[in-house]
């Protein structure tokens, strides 16, 4: 019971709170530049939303298209590595 009176006591909120924290919530987005960019064509947003028959609103396109050109970008990057020189770790048969 005493620990719980040094809390209160203590002008700092308690470590774990499953309420809201008196402190706002500080969001950093790092921008990160990538040599090598995606030969593929930007996706069209709206037209996968329509093919997975999930309804956007025009802020969500936006939204969510500069998001998936960056995962295109990340393949692309995976694409450019030279895997000639690596040996397979699993082989078949054995």
Request: proline share 9%.
């Amino acid at each position: 019971m005493g620990s719980r009176a040094a809390l209160l006591l203590r002008a700092t909120p308690p470590l774990f709170s499953f309420r809201k924290s008196a402190y706002p919530k500080v969001q950093v987005q790092s921008k990160r530049f990538y040599a090598q960019k995606s030969s593929l064509d930007p996706p069209d947003v709206s037209r996968l939303a329509e093919t997975a028959r999930i309804s956007l609103t025009p802020q969500e396109v936006d939204e969510f298209e500069p998001k998936i050109r960056q995962v295109v970008d990340w393949f692309a990057q995976l694409q450019a590595v030279d895997l000639d020189s690596v040996e397979p770790a699993i082989r078949a048969g054995a």
